[in-house]
């Protein structure tokens, strides 16, 4: 450095060589901040759902049972069936599997934890007053 430039130079002697970011560091990066007026909610998970999940890919459609277990930690998900409106008969289905069954019972799991599993609308309290 010359007396009159007060900035540091880029040598290895000064300053460590800059490293360029990761994928992953990128992608944290990348991810929106929420803003000083919002709201942020923090969501929870059953820890029986953090230990063990659905299947990731399709397990075929001989597969009825689809069963975890992490320590005393167990998971049974049970394939089931639904009408067919066409033929008015019940037809096999298959096991939820991939992202999007996952992300629907991790969005329904803290809306259940809330409400204990029975929704909350004025058709549950009139049902209510009824029985009483």
């Not at 990761?22 to 923090?42: G, K, N, Y």
């Not at 167990?74 to 394939?79: C, D, G, M, P, V």
Request: glycine letters at 6%; aromatic letters at 6%; charged letters at 25%.
């Amino acid at each position: 450095m010359t007396a009159t430039d007060d900035s540091p130079q880029h040598s290895g002697e000064l300053l460590p060589p800059i490293k360029s970011l990761t994928p992953i560091q990128r992608r944290l990066l990348s991810m929106p901040t929420p803003e000083e007026d919002e709201d942020i909610s923090i969501l929870y998970q059953h820890s029986v759902l953090c230990q063990t999940s659905m299947p990731y890919r399709n397990p075929g459609d001989d597969v009825r049972l689809w069963e975890r277990l992490n320590g005393i930690v167990h998971l049974e998900i049970q394939a089931g069936r639904a009408l067919n409106p066409e033929t008015s008969k019940f037809v096999d289905v298959g096991l939820p599997f991939g992202p999007k069954p996952r992300l629907v019972l991790y969005h329904l799991g803290p809306k259940a934890n809330g409400t204990n599993a029975l929704p909350e609308d004025g058709k549950r309290a009139q049902e209510e007053e009824q029985w009483q």
